[in-house]
């Protein structure tokens, strides 16, 4: 079932929002070599819970943190720990949730540590573009199918891999809602989007081929060429004249 959210419901949701976004630009803003990944899961927990929010991943289906922080190969739910330091040229997704009086807010960035090469920032640059591609389409009756051909259309106009398997999702009261918002796909087809809608958009884009491979920890996503993966996500609710980013 799609939940269709009220106009001072997305404003709830605005605020856990914008718990998430600062989170993120803190991390951004901390993400130099040499730092430690659990350090900054550590501040991050810090600062969310400092706002009288809580970190929605801590202990979800098990996940040991409070945020994902996947490095170059890995595309998402890397594990921070105590053993994994930012290196000069790696390329660090952060993924955030947080609830707040029972909303939830998820958003991720793509960040290079020190000075990265240039192919690496162009997949940064293009996985965020994807991202506005799709903010293109969204407006009540665009189908979800609109969507997916917009983010695989301009990411594979680079040459780069769509992820499949995991992908966007409905977001309220709970992280993950109906409907799955794939990053691939027809325009035209799927379901249409209705005003009060809230979805978080997600293009994971790999420099390779689409498809990964899990690690045995069962969290962590690799890309299976090990080629580099970036990942860009806001949540956006759909009003009735386009969108409204509400982690922005
Ligand atoms: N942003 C991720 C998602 O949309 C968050 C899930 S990470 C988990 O699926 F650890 F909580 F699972
Ligand atoms: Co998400």
């Known amino acids: 079932m799609i939940t269709i959210k009220s106009p001072s419901q997305i404003e709830l949701m605005r605020k856990s929002n914008r718990i998430v976004r600062d989170t993120l630009e803190m991390l951004r803003e901390s993400a130099k070599e040499g730092v430690c990944a659990y350090e900054l899961d550590r501040k991050a927990y810090e600062y969310i819970t400092s706002q009288g929010a809580k970190p929605s991943f801590l202990h979800y289906h098990g996940y040991p943190a409070s945020v994902c922080i996947s490095i170059n190969d890995v595309v998402v739910h890397g594990i921070p720990n105590r053993k994994t330091y930012l290196r000069e040229g790696d390329i660090v997704s952060f993924d955030v949730g947080a609830v707040l009086d ?3 807010g998820d958003a991720a960035r793509t960040v ?5 090469d240039k192919y690496r920032q162009q997949l940064i640059d293009v996985t965020k573009q994807c991202f506005f591609e799709a903010m293109k389409v969204v407006r009540p009756s665009a189908r979800l199918g609109d969507i997916g051909q917009a983010v ?6 680079f040459g780069y891999g769509v992820v499949r398997e995991m992908v966007g999702h409905g977001i309220g009261r709970e992280m ?5 918002v794939p990053n691939f796909g027809v325009a035209g087809r799927g379901i249409r989007l209705e005003e009060g809608m809230v979805i978080a958009v997600e293009p994971m884009i790999n420099m390779g ?3 990964i491979i899990f690690d045995a920890d069962g969290w962590t996503v690799r890309t299976q060429d090990g080629s580099v993966s970036a990942h860009y996500e806001n949540t956006v609710a759909v009003t009735a004249d386009g969108y409204d980013i509400l982690s922005l």
């Open 102 to 104: 029972g909303w939830h």
């Open 112 to 116: 290079g540590v020190g000075k990265i």
């Open 152 to 157: 695989q259309k301009y990411a594979e106009s």
């Open 176 to 180: 993950h809602e109906s409907p799955d």
């Open 209 to 211: 081929t689409h498809k």
